[in-house]
């Protein structure tokens, strides 16, 4: 049995980052209130950092944690969950030795220096999930996926897709709901930087890719959709290779934000994977985006969770403490372009909340949509030192949001989207969420129209579920 680490006079979400997830075996989840939708049938996966620390020793950053995957399955019998880590090479060699070993993202290889040149980096598979058929890819972008079972999560192993050759596969990947195309990136560094674009079929196999030069080695973590466009948004955050080769920084430590370069827009046709334009302009991070679209005009809109600087690198860090001293605010943003020249063509913020995990309706993924579901901050709450904690509905044609108030001491995971099976105008909001009070962790699920009624329903989950970062809905076959 696993003590918590909570110390004393942290806040109530630290016990959901710091206590190391406990796997459980497939079983049936209790029904708290409500009842599971009739229309819902299929499986959410979600991924997160499911320990922080090995042997006594704590890891450096929130993005260091080795990959966890919950899945809950619901069939007409009910729902069922399941929870394991992802048996990658480094989770392995670590639990095997008790400490740790590997460099990471926010970590130097243990050791002394003159014992770190020859360390791995560890292949964490800690970020997202993507649902293929037959199998279920756990996502780091750094690496290949690793491949598990989507019944059990059993690890199968490192997965190429038929043509990766060892280079990285993000952690978003996109499907376009109108081909089924896969679409996704991985950032190759080197004497020379490539952004690796991929599509591939709806099994996973690439089918298509290119291979585009950046300038320095810069950190891309997300991409839109837009019509018949990939749109990338590169942030004035280069990395300082040599501390990072000398092992002397980690490779967090050695990302340096530079705002004079301004943040390079490039446009990418999903055929050719070509570059239709690329352009500079005024420095913003963003770690996501919402969707992506274009206008009657021929212009595209993309949302944006923009932030001002690179702050939330720290934040995010100090998550994994427990305690956060650092503010890093996102708000959402408007950017429209013409994507034949790149000029910009408006930028603006449309909702001035806290807010991350902007999410569409997977039917409407490049396509126009009117509401993004997000994690915000409550109005009332210090954004500086607590996580998320509501979940939210944003209306672009209203410029309205509408909040799921899930109480005190609750603090729910991404939104993930679920069409109803049964009724294409429907759909579901499902978030895990953890209750401070009870010490536990829940599945929450939400009429997606009415995120400010009661939850249609709520479940027990047998164990307390890490915060995470990403997951998917997999609709029953
Ligand atoms: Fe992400």
Redesign the pocket.
Known sequence: MTTTLRPVQTPTWATAVLQPAQPFAPTSLTVLSGAIPAGLRGSLYRNGSATLERGGQRMGHWFDGDGGILGVHFTDAGATGVYRYVQTAGYQLEEKAGKLILASYGMVPAGPLWQRFNKDVKNTAN??VIALPDKLLALWEGGEPHALTLDTLETIGLDDLDGLAQHPYS??PKRDPRTGAIFNFGVSTGAKSFLHVYCSDATGKIQRQNAIPLNGLPMI??FAIAGKYLVFCIPPVRLNVLPLIARIKSYSEALLWQPDKGTEILVVDQETLEVVSRTTTEPWYQ??FGNGYELPDGSITIEICRYPDFQTNQRLKEISTGSIQTAAVATLWHLRLDPLSGRVLDNQQVLDRSCEFPVTQPQDVGQPSRHTYLSVHRQATDVQTEVYDAIACFDHQTGTLTEANLGDQRYPMEPIYAPDAQNSEQGWILTVVYDGAMNASEVWIFDAARLDDEPVCCLALPAIVPLG??GTWKPAD
């Open positions: 970020t997202s952690a978003h973590h997300d770690w996501h970062f990403h």
